[in-house]
Each structure stands twice: as structure tokens, then as C-alpha cells.
């Protein structure tokens, strides 16, 4: 199950760092402890995609069995609707979260706060559960929009890095973040 925009981020992602990072050709990198963040900046509009194996949240890779998996699993999704405490965009150009989408083959999408699909999930390979996410802010002064401070490392201790690509009309980079330099600029 993948997130519509975060298909093009992926392509991106894996374009940017001239490495397999897109899942959707087979090629994908699973790393625990790594998380993949496509980062842009259109307009008004600010998206943060992020693709990582579900381990690094729940301590757990697989479709959620028991009734302390699943509630590992809705504790995570709360967690991370919770945009402010995750993300923070440069002050000056006051963005605003404005939608969070899950998805992950293994876990319904109930459990993630999110409307059942119309269409039945494809296989998936069960020993390898990611998770996909993607924040959507709006910024009433994105020129002044220069950077985003990724604090998912305090929210989820599992990550140790987070490759990241950047997209905005003037430029592409990538950084690799960790939890000392967590500040990904342009």
C-alpha cells in the first residue's frame, strides 16, 4: 500500500542519492534503525514523506498478532499525527500541519487512523514490514521557509539516521541526519 505522492518522493529519493532507495522496484533498502525522508517544498506547501521499516517504531516487523502489538501500533499512529512535536519548520515561515496519511502493508488501516481501501492490500514480504508516512504543512511565508528539524528521534529511539533528499524549485540535495545534526537546511 503506498501513499500516492510518495511514490514521485521515492523516485526522487532513489534519483537524488543515486542508490536503490525505492521500494517500488524491488530494490528497496531495509535497514533497521534507518529511516528514508523525502523532503519538498512547492508553493505554500511543505510535504515530508518518510518510508522505515516498522520495527523502528514498535520493535516489531510483522502484521501486529496480539492485543499489545496492536496497541503498540495506535500508540505510533498517534504519535505520529502529533505533526508539531515531530517536525519544526523555520518559524518565520509559520507552517502549519495540515494532514497525516500511514500506511503499511501488514497493518489495517484502522489501526493507523485511517479509512479501509476499496481495494483488498497486495502480498506483501512478511519478514520486511515498513511503514509509509507523510505530513503536509501549509506556510503562509514559505519564502522564508530555509530548513525543517526532524525530531523523530526523540519520539522513537530506534533511529539511529535518516538519509533524506530535499526537493525544492531552486534545488536537490540529500544529508544524512542523526540525532546530533537533525537540522536539515537550504
Not at 519538498?40 to 499489545?68: C, M, Q
Amino acid at each position: 500500500m503506498r501513499l500516492p505522492s510518495l511514490l514521485l518522493l521515492s523516485a526522487l529519493l532513489s534519483t537524488a542519492l543515486a542508490t536503490p532507495l525505492a521500494r517500488a522496484h524491488g530494490d528497496h533498502k531495509h535497514v533497521h534503525g534507518v529511516g528514508e525522508l523525502a523532503v519538498s517544498v512547492e508553493g505554500d506547501t511543505l510535504t515530508i514523506a518518510l518510508e522505515s521499516p516498522l520495527d523502528n517504531f514498535v520493535g516489531f516487523e510483522r502484521a501486529p498478532k496480539y492485543a499489545k502489538d496492536m496497541e503498540a501500533v495506535k500508540n505510533m499512529a498517534a504519535t505520529l499525527r502529533k505533526t508539531e512535536t515531530l517536525f519544526v519548520p523555520t518559524a518565520a515561515a509559520q507552517c502549519a500541519p495540515v494532514s497525516v496519511k500511514l500506511a503499511s502493508e501488514a497493518v489495517a488501516p484502522e489501526l493507523l487512523g485511517e479509512p479501509r481501501p476499496a481495494t483488498p492490500p497486495a502480498a506483501f514480504d512478511e519478514d520486511h514490514v515498513d511503514l509509509d508516512a507523510q505530513w503536509t504543512f501549509r506556510c503562509a511565508n514559505p519564502a522564508a521557509l530555509n530548513s525543517v528539524e526532524v525530531k523523530l528521534f526523540d519520539a522513537f529511539k530506534r533511529f539511529r539516521q535518516f538519509d533524506a533528499v530535499l526537493v525544492t524549485p531552486k534545488r536537490q540535495s540529500a544529508a544524512r541526519l542523526n540525532s546530533k545534526s537533525r537540522k536539515l537546511s537550504w
